[in-house]
């Protein structure tokens, strides 16, 4: 049987081994066990570098389920606030969980608020969104008080997602307990799991279930077809011109625009010709300062904006360059970089921008946006019209750097030359050093790098800057992760 040739010209089996041929990952091994490895080990580091984005399991339920304890039991540690009283989490937070082996996932939902949204919209806004965005469902209810009718909704909202379900009867602290799980089989969700996620009773039981749920890898969702349209995602605080922008690359009113801000709610896609190619631009809706403190649609915007990043490939920041650069303009490129996404800087209204504001509008950049100094940039005016040619080449530059592949050996040669001449400092008496490393993963590049002691994160910053110089990586976030060898000898 012929193995499946992928977009970038790999086999299919190369995947195995994250973005290592059989041929590369057979001598990479080899490698590693004349360094003194435990191969086993670096297998594990491969694999979790390579895989891409993990799969994301959602822990819903109405407020004061006891939804924060679990997903601190679930990580192992106490990271989500937890009170006892409704509403303490507001907005979803993810955190990087363990189980049996495998890693995945955990996002807890929260502001389910009465006072803000009415409890209908505010749980239906939450648990949509997080519901879409994840690969499988920890349904969590308080089997002490039973099925409520909020409890009903959420089942209403999972049944339409059609997501693997696993339902959570919390507050089980004892066997006596367990006949108030049983009746939460009348939800129709299947086998209740009784679990006392404050004393842990359970919860091992419960994994294990949510393991049979998770896929392996959650299924990519752009780019599917080979030679399909880009997806480019538009984002930007309210009112800073995204949908004057995709009319004006359209040619045409595709979207309404409006001085009031919020005039979008749900993504646009739109299917454009630009510069010879045919993209897909998503005009997305402003993300406000505080998503939780949004009425109505505007909070229910929000969310459905984070969702169009997650299945973009590139996100067009847009900046207002007549005001002021924010922490909000901040924090939308910081969401950005952590979905992973290529990543281009469009600065907005440059027409109407005097000498001086100019000169000011430089140093902010410099300033407020110099961790992403790599991304490229382009001024343009989404209103005449102006430097849109330079649109595209700026974002093909930052998928070509999304999707740039280093050969090990190249990097390798590349590493050593750079430890020599720049050794990590000593600390402790010791200076660990870099020993080898590999590219395991691309969109965006991921990198493991072995090493004889721990690497501080001012020379993994430092690594990152040399990796850009030498070898491109324009408008796309570098994942690097560091494995220290235990000990010395292992080698067999």
């Not at 590369?24 to 390579?50: K, N, P, R, S, T």
Request: aromatic share 6%; glycine share 10%.
């Amino acid at each position: 049987m012929n193995d499946q040739i992928q977009p970038d010209g790999s086999a299919e089996h190369a995947y195995e081994h994250g973005a290592l041929g059989d041929a590369e990952y057979a001598e990479f091994m080899e490698l590693a066990a004349e360094e003194g490895f435990d191969l086993e080990d670096v297998e594990g580091a491969i694999e979790e570098a390579g895989h891409g984005p993990l799969p994301v399991l959602a822990v819903v339920g109405r407020p004061n389920v006891g939804k924060s304890t679990l997903v601190n039991r679930i990580i192992g540690r106490r990271e989500a606030v937890v009170e006892d009283k409704p509403g303490v989490t507001r907005d979803r937070v993810t955190y990087e969980a363990e189980w049996a082996g495998r890693r995945f996932k955990v996002v807890d939902t929260g502001g389910w608020e009465q006072d803000v949204l009415g409890i209908d919209a505010s749980v239906a806004a939450q648990a949509e969104y997080a519901i879409e965005a994840a690969d499988a469902v920890v349904f969590v209810v308080d089997a002490k008080v039973g099925a409520t009718d909020t409890d009903e909704a959420v089942v209403r909202l999972l049944r339409k997602a059609g997501k693997p379900v696993v339902l959570c009867a919390n507050k089980v602290d004892g066997p006596s307990g367990e006949a108030d799980a049983a009746y939460l089989w009348n939800l129709g969700l299947g086998e209740p799991h009784p679990v006392s996620a404050l004393h842990g009773r359970g919860t091992g039981d419960m994994l294990d279930a949510v393991l049979e749920a998770l896929p392996e890898a959650p299924a990519q969702t752009f780019a599917a077809a080979l030679g399909g349209p880009r997806r480019i995602a538009l984002i930007g605080r309210p009112n800073v011109g995204k949908s004057s922008l995709l009319n004006k690359v359209a040619g045409e009113e595709r979207v309404v625009v409006n001085e009031l801000a919020g005039t979008t709610r749900d993504p646009v896609d739109e299917l454009i010709e630009l510069g010879g190619k045919t993209w897909k631009f998503v005009d997305t809706a402003g993300i406000r300062k505080r998503v939780h403190l949004q009425q109505g649609a505007d909070y229910y915007a929000s969310l459905r904006t984070a969702a169009a990043v997650e299945k973009a490939e590139v996100a067009v920041v847009l900046i207002d360059g007549s005001e002021t650069i924010s922490v909000q303009d901040q924090r939308i490129v910081t969401m950005a970089v952590e979905a992973g996404r290529a990543l281009v800087l469009a600065i907005n209204k440059w027409d109407t921008l005097d000498e001086e504001r100019r000169y000011y509008l430089e140093r902010e950049i410099e300033t407020e946006l110099g961790q992403v100094a790599w991304a490229p940039r382009v001024n343009v005016s989404a209103r005449t019209g102006r430097h849109m040619e330079k649109l595209v080449p700026a974002i093909e530059a930052a998928l070509a750097g999304w999707e740039t592949r280093v050969p090990t050996g190249r990097l390798n040669a590349f590493l050593g030359e750079l430890v020599a001449a720049h050794p990590h400092p000593v600390r402790g008496g010791k200076q660990p050093r870099i020993l080898f490393g590999t590219q395991a993963g691309t969109k965006p590049p991921r990198f493991v790098l072995f090493a004889s002691g721990f690497i501080e994160a001012g020379y993994r910053r430092f690594i990152e800057r040399r990796l850009r110089e030498e070898f491109g990586f324009e408008g796309a976030p570098i994942h690097i992760s560091v494995r220290v060898r235990e000990k010395r000898g292992k080698k067999k």
